[in-house]
């Protein structure tokens, strides 16, 4: 039996493949648990906060900070992936899962609450599963793979929001706190008996490496070398993927990281019923990623697919620019959450293809410091608009932006072209 310490082969041994499976199942899990851990976290932050006596203006500054952190801890992470191995990220991103659960169990001070914070550049969990799923998966199954993380989340948004509300309500914060360090505990456990310490293929060449922009020096192998993180920018077709990317989520990002406010304000939301919208937001969220995504992708171009995305999102944009109630909004959220779900997985996917396979972790994480840097700069935007012409100034925003991007990518190759280098 294959143990732990086995790296991914590209062989074709029935136990070897069972061994795959079984690491990619674990993997979903792990992602899972931390996600539920995640939302737990999200359910009594604010009312923590506020008991300790912040006001608007200092939760924005603590989200910020998060943010920041979360910005350069993302493609940090995915470089000590790509350098270490799956088993020592996930090993770093538990324990310091651990470690926040326990200081928020602790926090009974405005400072303790910003102190709290700190292990949150280390926490990358979905970035690490993102790493090792790409590792261990063809690049043809690569999307329907990166996709069923995406039920993970959904699983851990829905069980998460419940939980987390039951608990608090009934036993506090401290304890719902400790639950959820100790849920992290047992992902550590589930990292050191079920992760091996590297996913990556062991290939004599990888047909990446010949059009490497910037040839690896023998002393370039450090998690700190941001040299070597901005490079990937510089293979074929990356930077211009990236900056569509970007361009694209802006939007969206903004609308998101005042979602609180709106739900509050607009829609004169309670805290029960704004559970009950994040419910059902992961309940839609399940059903795109685990079985809509995977069919799509087995039957159309990623080009097609990211026309398909785009063009739905922009349409979600002139939907929430009408919207004049919650009802409307719930109408809305389905295809919103099918143009961010398919836009986010085949994007990861053909920036991951697009890169030496020794470098999916770095790629994977410069993708999830995007949308840390758009939840940054989000609140500073959206409050903005906001106050001053607020909310269906966000759907005309995502609307314009959109059809903006949608005209560039009739005529532009990024998705035509399959690029299979890992």
Not at 23 to 45: E, G, K, N, P, R
Not at 192 to 212: C, Y
Not at 340 to 365: A, N, R
Request: charged share 10%; proline share 4%; aromatic share 10%.
């Amino acid at each position: 039996m294959p143990g732990p310490e086995t790296s991914s082969q590209t062989v074709h041994d029935p136990r070897a493949a069972a061994n795959t499976r079984r690491v990619i199942l674990i993997t979903y899990l792990i992602a899972a648990m931390d996600m539920t851990c995640l939302f737990l976290q999200i359910s009594i932050t604010p009312y923590l906060a506020k008991r300790l006596g912040f006001d608007t203006l200092w939760f924005g500054y603590l989200q910020t900070m998060v943010g920041i952190f979360e910005l350069f801890g993302c493609p940090l992470f995915g470089r000590f992936g790509d350098l270490f191995g799956a088993r020592a990220a996930f090993t770093l991103s538990s324990s310091a899962s651990i470690v926040f659960f326990v200081l928020l169990a602790l926090a009974n001070s405005v400072p303790m609450l910003f102190i709290q914070k700190l292990p949150t550049l280390f926490m990358h969990t979905l970035s690490g599963a993102q790493m090792v799923v790409a590792d261990l998966t063809e690049p043809d199954q690569r999307a329907d793979s990166l996709a069923k993380l995406g039920l993970c989340f959904g699983v851990g948004m829905t069980a998460g929001s419940f939980l987390g509300g039951m608990l608090s309500t009934r036993y506090g914060d401290t304890i719902t706190a400790a639950v959820a360090a100790c849920v992290c505990f047992i992902n550590l456990l589930l990292v050191l008996n079920f992760i091996p310490k590297h996913t990556k293929k062991q290939t004599n060449q990888d047909p990446a490496s010949s059009q490497d922009p910037a040839p690896k020096a023998g002393g370039s192998a450090s998690v700190f070398n941001l040299g070597h993180i901005t490079r990937l920018m510089r293979y074929p077709g990356v930077a211009k993927t990236f900056t569509i990317k970007i361009i694209s989520d802006l939007p969206g990002g903004i609308f998101q990281s005042m979602f609180s406010i709106i739900a509050m304000n607009f829609f004169q939301l309670q805290a029960s019923q704004t559970g009950h919208l994040m419910a059902y937001f992961g309940v839609v969220q399940m059903v795109v990623q685990g079985g809509v995504i995977g069919w799509l992708t087995r039957r159309y171009s990623d080009h097609s697919l990211l026309l398909l995305a785009i063009g739905t999102t922009s349409l979600v944009g002139l939907g929430q620019a009408l919207m004049s109630n919650v009802f409307q909004f719930c109408l809305i959220i389905p295809a919103m959450t099918f143009s961010l779900s398919v836009f986010g997985v085949i994007m990861d996917s053909m920036l991951s293809k697009s890169v030496p396979s020794s470098d999916t972790g770095t790629m994977l994480g410069l993708c999830a410091s995007e949308m840390s840097l758009v939840r940054t700069v989000g609140p500073t935007i959206g409050g903005f608009l906001y106050e001053n012409y607020g909310v269906p100034s966000f759907g005309f925003m995502q609307f314009v932006v959109n059809v903006a991007v949608f005209l560039y990518m009739l005529g532009s190759d990024v998705g035509r072209a399959e690029t299979h280098r890992n």
